[in-house]
């Protein structure tokens, strides 16, 4: 799902919330946050894939979505698809819980149809995640979409 070793090539700064913005303009900081907005704003889906950290997104995802800040009306208005790929080292029957509503209440927010999610439970390593039915399950996601 996500290489361990892959390191971003440039680095994005949180949101300190300045608001230079104005919730729809051009942020303050210039860092690899434009290159993912000019490729969503071009989209007409956004995938979200996240190791489940502490019951949540992890903290690097989550930067990423605070920084759609500057850009929140512009995804509000294209009504994109979206869907979750996840995984987590447990399988009690809530595992997933907190996330599943975080994602849930993101689509409402930003206005996201829901295409599917993965959520890959006893995925605690990269190779319990390649034997498990849940690459699988991602690959037919997105084979499905049209
Ligand atoms: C900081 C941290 C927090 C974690 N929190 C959870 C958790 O809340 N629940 C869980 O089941 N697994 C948790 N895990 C395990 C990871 O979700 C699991 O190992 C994940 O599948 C690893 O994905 P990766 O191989 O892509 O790094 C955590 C791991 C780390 C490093």
Redesign the pocket.
Known sequence: ??S?TSTPRTPIHPCTGCVRCGYEGPCVFKDGMDAIREAMLASDMVVFVT?????TV?AQLKTVIDRFCPFNSSIQRKRMRSALLA?????DDW?FESLETYYRTLMRYLNLTDMGTVL??G????A??RASRYPRLAYELGRGLR
């Open positions: 799902m996500r361990r190791p489940l950290y502490y019951y992890s995984e987590a080292w447990d399988s595992t890959g439970a995925c605690g390593t990269p319990m995640a």
